[in-house]
């Protein structure tokens, strides 16, 4: 039970450590920059990644939904065909903003053209979709633990002091954005995930250990975050964190910042294949075909796509923790 719990926490926090979280962009927009109230928000978020993250997949397995679909049905009713149609745009749009946070951590780290990284990233992720969901769980199990090693070292070398201000009214907020937003797009991966898992015990505690997990590795960000001036600036400010504290793991870290946005982009190229697939005689075509628009729609560029979508898409996502929250939970 407990290799299974720990095979679903790893894809849970594969799943939304995305392009945002893993940089650090993510976390300073709804978290750092409210200063020492943001500490609070990350206790609130963490407690409700572990709640709302476990109710998904438990309720999800009690369903046997095979897809967020289905999953969608029964928690939004007659209503599910439009809010399927708008995930799929959503989940289109932040997958898109995977492969161009991974374009920039080339650009910007590795002094390489973005367009190299785009490519590259659009083969290794054809490569683990040809192994479906062992694929990605695969990856997860390779990636997520080098990125908990690297946050306990973060939060071990880094002394913050943040400053208590007056926040916003937004600042409360964030916690419930920040996990609606991310809990509605991990379903695609989590939902046929848990519906494969027999045991409903391994389900819980997955859920559990990924939600814990999620908060540590916020929390040692933020405080680390804290201490870089001129945040804004950076497109991948735990970049900048990891040089000058851990400068000889720098190039390792950007190795596992790049991990971390890979298993977000191919949980999305997951849910997407497989809903577009089922139009389609040929699969690898249609993953094809896919890649190529999704590489068309990076070239936006990351840092205004995650400041433009990740905030709208996060309140729009509240209704979907509501009814999760809501919804009986089935026998």
Do not use: C
């Not at 399927?84 to 289109?92: A, E, G, K, R, Y």
């Not at 405080?223 to 190039?251: H, Q």
């Not at 729609?297 to 729009?316: D, I, N």
């Amino acid at each position: 039970m407990w290799m299974r719990a720990i095979q679903i926490a790893f894809v849970y926090v594969g799943t939304v450590v995305g392009a945002g979280f893993a940089t650090g962009k993510e976390i300073v927009q709804f978290f750092t920059q409210y200063g020492a109230i943001g500490t609070v928000m990350i206790a609130g978020s963490g407690g409700l990644f572990i709640f709302f993250g476990t109710r998904l997949m438990v309720m999800a397995n009690r369903l046997q939904a095979r897809s967020y679909e289905q999953f969608n049905a029964y928690l939004f009713g007659k209503m599910s065909a439009v809010v399927n149609l708008f995930m799929f745009v959503v989940l289109f749009s932040v997958t898109s903003v995977m492969l161009s946070g991974a374009g920039a951590v080339f650009e910007e780290q590795l002094h390489m053209p973005a367009h190299v990284g785009l490519l590259f990233t659009m083969l290794l992720a054809f490569v683990t979709m040809l192994f479906g969901l062992n694929g990605i769980l695969s990856v997860n199990m390779v990636v997520v633990p080098l990125m908990i090693i690297f946050s306990l070292s973060i939060a071990l070398i880094n002394e913050s002091d943040i400053v208590w201000t007056k926040p916003p009214l937004a600042a409360f907020f964030s916690p419930f954005a920040y996990v609606a937003f991310n809990l509605a797009m991990a379903q695609v991966v989590l939902v046929p995930l848990a519906t494969e898992v027999k045991d409903e015990r391994a389900i819980r505690l997955g859920g559990w250990l990924g939600g814990i997990l999620l908060m540590f590795i916020l929390f040692s960000s933020h405080f680390a975050l804290s201490l870089l001036p001129n945040l804004p600036s950076y497109s991948i400010p735990m970049a900048e964190v990891v040089k000058r504290s851990l400068t000889s793991f720098y190039g390792l870290y950007v190795v596992i910042i790049y991990g971390e946005i890979f298993t977000s982009f191919i949980a999305g190229v997951f849910g997407l294949h497989r809903k577009l697939a089922l139009f389609s005689q040929t699969p690898i075509f249609v993953l094809i075909v896919l890649l190529l628009m999704m590489y068309a729609f990076s070239l936006v560029g990351y840092h205004a796509l995650l400041t433009v979508l990740y905030p709208l898409f996060g309140y729009v996502s509240i209704i979907f923790i509501f009814l999760l929250f809501y919804r009986k939970m089935p026998s």
